[in-house]
């Protein structure tokens, strides 16, 4: 018999600050992550954000939900992300997946969305039914480095058997790889200079609600002050306990958080905030005056090349068409893309809607 047990927004800093939440086997939820939820400007004290699953008294699953708000003309609706199902492999096609799933929609009201998720989630709610997709980005991924070690390998299986012959060929290709020092040396002129935050000013805040302010969520200061002050992820370069016994990223080798401000000529003309894990990076959120976009698209090789990634994923059509106008970098570089999708009650909220995100929208922006 699978029990579910419910972990609101009030509860989690108690759980975080639970001694034992180190000790268990499995891990529902990080220190940090419990704590960003609970600091989220757009939930409630009352919204349920964790669904424990249990079988004779054992954590065999658990699935985590993260409050937001969309702004339809009708008026402000509540909504829940989903964000991250885990079901120990031991007891999985025992309908725990889908049970975890039914009470989030029971409590959300149906109003619940997904991006960015893992195959394994997208067959579960393939089973449910209730999903219909909303929204694609269309992305391009830059390749920098010989990855196959990093990409090629899964969590199990006989190509994590393989992996050393990956990192032979990545380390054979590395040798006679240009790309990197090309991208360090497409840096912008003297003429381009950097400014890095700790937190955003009121210039970063006009940029960032101004780009904001046609998207469903339409996020505001307060938002990207939770999302920089609270992040998901924690540099870990020994490896920590709790990382170990949770499923989903929490704390990997090498994690930077970037925020910086674009002058040219003395003039401010945008920002950026730059997330790298471990060896990809990525853009959640940007701002650029149009006539400056490839100086942006400059500066983001340039960290690339210093911060040693691998690849750089980007999303907002304007940066993808700057960086894929430098050459060579638009030959080692590919398609993808990001599909939203909503349950069919709030689909049909948004019929007549102009649905438009942005990149770090949902919890893009804090993995």
């Not at 381009?192 to 009121?202: A, T």
């Amino acid at each position: 018999m699978i029990e579910v047990s419910r972990v609101k927004v009030s509860d989690l800093i108690p759980l975080a600050n639970d001694p034992s939440l180190a000790e268990r086997d499995n891990v529902p939820i990080s220190r940090h992550r419990a704590i960003s939820h609970a600091a989220n400007p757009r939930a409630n004290p009352s919204d349920v954000v964790l669904y424990l699953a249990y079988y004779n008294g054992e954590l065999v699953g658990y699935r985590t939900v993260m409050p937001d708000i969309l702004y339809l003309p009708q008026g402000e609706v509540r909504v829940g992300w989903l964000s991250g199902n885990w079901v120990n492999p031991e007891h999985r096609r025992k309908g725990i997946a889908s049970a975890l799933l039914n009470e989030a929609l029971k409590d959300w009201n149906h109003r619940l969305m997904f991006t960015n998720y893992a195959p394994e989630s997208k067959a579960v709610y393939d089973k449910v039914g209730e999903f219909k997709r909303i929204y694609k980005f269309e992305g391009r991924r830059f390749y920098l480095r010989p990855c196959f070690a990093y990409l090629l390998p899964g969590r199990n299986g006989f190509s994590r058997k393989l992996k050393p012959l990956f990192k032979a060929a990545d380390i054979l290709l590395s040798l006679v790889n240009p790309l990197p020092l090309l991208a360090y040396r497409s840096r912008p002129g003297e003429h381009v200079e950097l400014e890095y935050m700790h937190r955003p000013d009121n210039d970063i805040a006009t940029m960032f609600e101004k780009e904001c302010e046609g998207t469903l969520t339409r996020r505001k200061l307060y938002d990207l002050a939770w999302i920089l002050r609270f992040p998901w992820l924690v540099n870990a370069p020994l490896g920590d306990r709790i990382g170990k016994r949770y499923y989903f990223s929490s704390a990997p080798k090498r994690y930077y958080q970037l925020l910086l401000k674009i002058y040219c000529t003395g003039q401010l003309v945008g920002f950026l905030i730059i997330n790298v894990n471990n060896r990809s990076m990525s853009v959640p959120y940007s701002f650029v005056l149009p006539f400056y976009r490839k100086v942006a698209a400059r500066v983001l090789l340039a960290h690339a090349a210093k911060l040693k990634v691998n690849y750089l994923t980007v999303y907002q059509s304007a940066m993808v068409d700057a960086l894929a106008s430098i050459k060579p970098f638009s030959l080692l570089s590919r398609k993808h893309y990001r599909k939203y999708y909503a349950t069919e009650n709030l689909a049909s909220e948004l019929q007549n809607v102009t649905i438009r995100f942005e990149e770090g929208d949902g919890d893009c922006a804090f993995i």
